[in-house]
């Protein structure tokens, strides 16, 4: 293959050197090549089109995503901890990937508003398909952070009338609906594609994210097999959930050597909820840590808070050591967060889900519903035996519930 150097490409298609540089490092550039410290372009290569002016919007109608999938965030555009500003700058050539990418952010730090904002942006018309289903996406963040059922609808309608021109983006289209259910853990339309991990069909890009819900799915399945709510051949109590760590230590890694920052954040804080379950908080908090180390230079609030339903213990433990004010801001979201949950989740579901159990209280509820005895939840959970009577006494007054029934409550 002939190559010519940036300056001959530079001069022939009228861009400063500078520009095609940063054109070449970003990949927009097929077949480009680095050589020591010069970048070298095949002599056929074509000029990029420029998202920065109107004709370069106007081309189709819309811009293709820097990456083949609407989960931005999870990819390694966000590859440094307190980039986020970096990164969203970096995409100023693309106005429909910058604005997902800066919402991305906005909701990882609880900013619900300004998600809502460009969710409507995002589908408007003249969108491209992962744009909408991104838009959808965020507009289904923003209903469980609001509570609205309507607004739940709307979203994934707007994902499933998505204009997708092959299998893979009906794929991606049946991958972006199993994201949205695993937000409340609800598992009851996955493809049996996605229940075994089968993601091969999918671009490479989209895998962070597949892998990020695939962890909540089992989780889901876990928490639903211990709580005699679902059925596994062969399996019962929290057998399931004490299998999960070696399937998901392994994507952490991945995530890691991919270096997809907020995948390696939720697969953490997700292993995490499966060790505290079956009593390793050593492990627990092992990840819980690393989690923190990676969410807080870039205030990543919110994604902590929606883990404080499950791990809100831990969490608070670890990070009021490290920062007491983030910690304060966590805790005001996470009750934001958690009463509309169980809100959307009750009128989804049907299920009674009690948004005002403290957190001590949804840990003995979860615990009892997995079946355990009052000595063990006492042991598991670090408090006096009758100090999990009265706790039980407590969720049944709130819930109305008997103990066999509390997992309906969760």
């Not at 309608?157 to 983006?169: G, Q, R, V, W, Y």
């Not at 493809?191 to 889901?220: Q, R, S, T």
């Not at 355990?372 to 006096?384: G, V, W």
Request: net charge positive.
């Amino acid at each position: 293959m002939d190559y010519l150097k940036i300056d001959e490409v530079a001069a022939q298609w009228g861009i400063s050197p500078r520009r095609l540089q940063t054109l070449c490092a970003d990949g927009k550039i097929a077949g480009a090549a680095r050589f020591g410290r010069a970048w070298m372009i095949p002599k056929d290569a074509q000029k990029p089109r420029d998202g920065r002016t109107k004709a370069g919007r106007a081309v189709n109608g819309d811009m293709p995503m820097p990456r083949k999938t609407p989960f931005l965030y999870m990819t390694n555009l966000y590859s440094v901890p307190g980039c986020a500003e970096r990164a969203v700058a970096a995409l100023s050539d693309n106005p429909e990937a910058q604005t997902l990418f800066a919402a991305e952010i906005a909701y990882s730090r609880g900013q619900i508003d300004k998600v809502y904002e460009s969710a409507n942006y995002l589908l408007q018309k003249h969108s491209g398909f992962y744009a909408v289903i991104a838009g959808g996406m965020l507009l289904a963040q923003c209903a469980i952070w609001h509570g609205d059922l309507n607004m739940w609808r709307k979203a994934k309608i707007h994902i499933s009338e998505a204009n997708a021109k092959d299998d893979t983006e009906r794929d991606i289209i049946t991958l972006s609906l199993c994201a949205v259910d695993s937000m409340l853990y609800d598992v009851r339309d996955f493809p049996e594609w996605f229940k075994i991990g089968c993601f091969e069909m999918l671009h490479k890009d989209a895998l962070p994210a597949a892998k990020v819900f695939y962890a909540k799915y089992l989780y889901a399945a876990g928490s639903g097999v211990a709580a005699q709510t679902a059925e596994v051949q062969g399996v019962s109590g929290l057998a399931l959930m004490g299998l999960l760590p070696a399937t998901i230590e392994p994507m952490i890694s991945w995530a890691m050597a991919d270096e997809t920052v907020i995948s390696e954040i939720y697969l953490r804080l997700t292993c995490a909820v499966t060790y505290h379950y079956t009593k390793n908080d050593a492990q627990a908090i092992r990840h819980i840590d690393r989690a923190l180390a990676l969410a807080l230079p870039d205030k990543f609030y919110g994604l902590l808070a929606e883990y404080c339903r499950t791990i809100g213990g831990l969490i608070e433990s670890r990070l009021k050591k490290l920062d007491a004010e983030a910690w304060k801001e966590v805790h005001r979201l996470y009750h934001i967060y958690v009463a509309n949950w169980a809100k959307l989740n009750s009128q989804i579901t049907g299920r009674q889900v009690v948004a005002n159990l403290s957190q001590q209280q949804r840990a003995v509820a979860r615990l009892a519903a997995f079946k355990m005895s009052d000595a063990e939840i006492a042991a598991r959970l670090h408090m006096s035996i009758s100090g999990v009577k009265q706790a039980i006494r407590t969720i049944k007054l709130k819930s109305g519930l008997e103990r066999d029934a509390f997992a309906a409550i969760l």
